[in-house]
């Protein structure tokens, strides 16, 4: 792909939040100063500290967001894909990013100029309103998940994860691919490894089987129980011969 947005792009672009009550003159107007670019999986975008400079939308690809705790871990906040924004806080808080953002696959990020865009919000007030909302959301979305996790075992953080990714939660047999790493979904999900190994294993008596990236679920609904529950529904992993 070249350095040029594509429609795919402009949709991408439509469905975020921060730019739901703009036209597509006025947003191609904040844009125009801007073009994708191209990052390989380990580039560092910004560390913890530095400044502000600028924010990210992501086109394609997958970006870790980490910050170090005062005894010196690494704690991963999230894990971003397509159609998210990286850091459009920070311009706000102090001028500094509050945590350190990294490529974690090959990706395309449309990098936004925080003068460009301070100057857009001081002259279009449809955007402030989109940037507020974008806010609110990500503030619900966070406290959401941390009541969530809050109440599970590793286990069932594990399977709400994997149910995530699968089109329908009642559904019985589903094949998905992991969306990147175990070691970074483990840190993801606030796990050391050998934890996120052990809920594995204890997966597999509700038919959840592991080959590399690729995950087979016997059955989503009872999986998706599990998760929400605690519960196990014992599933037999030979039903019908397969493997």
């Given at each position: 792909?070249?350095?040029?947005?594509?429609?795919?792009?402009?949709?991408?672009?439509?469905?975020?939040?921060?730019?739901?009550?703009?036209?597509?003159?006025?947003?191609?107007?904040?844009?125009?100063?801007?073009?994708?670019?191209?990052?390989?999986?380990?580039?560092?975008l910004f560390q913890?500290?530095d400044k502000a400079?600028?924010?990210?939308?992501?086109?394609?690809?997958?970006?870790?967001?980490?910050?170090?705790?005062?005894?010196?871990?690494?704690?991963?906040?999230?894990?971003?894909?397509?159609?998210?924004?990286?850091?459009?806080?920070?311009?706000?808080?102090?001028?500094?990013?509050?945590?350190?953002?990294?490529?974690?696959?090959?990706?395309?990020?449309?990098?936004?100029?925080?003068?460009?865009?301070?100057?857009?919000?001081?002259?279009?007030?449809?955007?402030?309103?989109?940037?507020?909302?974008?806010?609110?959301?990500?503030?619900?979305?966070?406290?959401?998940?941390?009541?969530?996790?809050?109440?599970?075992?590793?286990?069932?953080?594990?399977?709400?994860?994997?149910?995530?990714?699968?089109?329908?939660?009642?559904?019985?047999?589903?094949?998905?691919?992991?969306?990147?790493?175990?070691?970074?979904?483990a840190a993801r999900?606030?796990?050391?490894?050998?934890?996120?190994?052990?809920?594995?294993?204890?997966?597999?008596?509700?038919?959840?089987?592991?080959?590399?990236?690729?995950?087979?679920?016997?059955?989503?609904?009872?999986?998706?129980?599990?998760?929400?529950?605690?519960?196990?529904?014992?599933?037999?992993?030979?039903?019908?011969?397969?493997?």
């Amino acid at each position: 792909m070249g350095n040029a947005l594509t429609e795919r792009d402009w949709a991408c672009l439509k469905g975020i939040s921060l730019f739901a009550r703009l036209g597509e003159d006025e947003l191609a107007e904040i844009l125009k100063s801007t073009a994708p670019k191209q990052f390989p999986r380990g580039k560092l975008l910004f560390q913890q500290g530095d400044k502000a400079s600028c924010f990210y939308i992501i086109l394609d690809g997958l970006v870790k967001i980490t910050r170090t705790s005062p005894d010196g871990d690494e704690v991963v906040i999230g894990v971003f894909g397509p159609g998210s924004m990286v850091a459009e806080i920070a311009m706000f808080l102090n001028g500094r990013y509050p945590a350190s953002a990294e490529v974690v696959a090959d990706s395309r990020l449309l990098p936004i100029l925080a003068s460009s865009f301070k100057a857009a919000i001081i002259s279009n007030p449809d955007l402030a309103l989109g940037m507020l909302a974008s806010t609110s959301r990500r503030v619900r979305d966070l406290v959401e998940e941390l009541e969530h996790i809050k109440g599970q075992t590793g286990a069932q953080r594990v399977a709400d994860f994997i149910v995530g990714l699968c089109p329908q939660c009642d559904e019985r047999e589903a094949h998905i691919d992991l969306p990147y790493e175990k070691g970074l979904i483990a840190a993801r999900l606030g796990m050391k490894p050998e934890s996120f190994s052990r809920a594995l294993k204890r997966l597999r008596q509700l038919g959840v089987q592991i080959q590399r990236d690729h995950v087979k679920i016997a059955n989503v609904e009872v999986l998706n129980h599990f998760a929400m529950t605690g519960e196990v529904i014992p599933v037999d992993t030979d039903t019908k011969g397969k493997k």
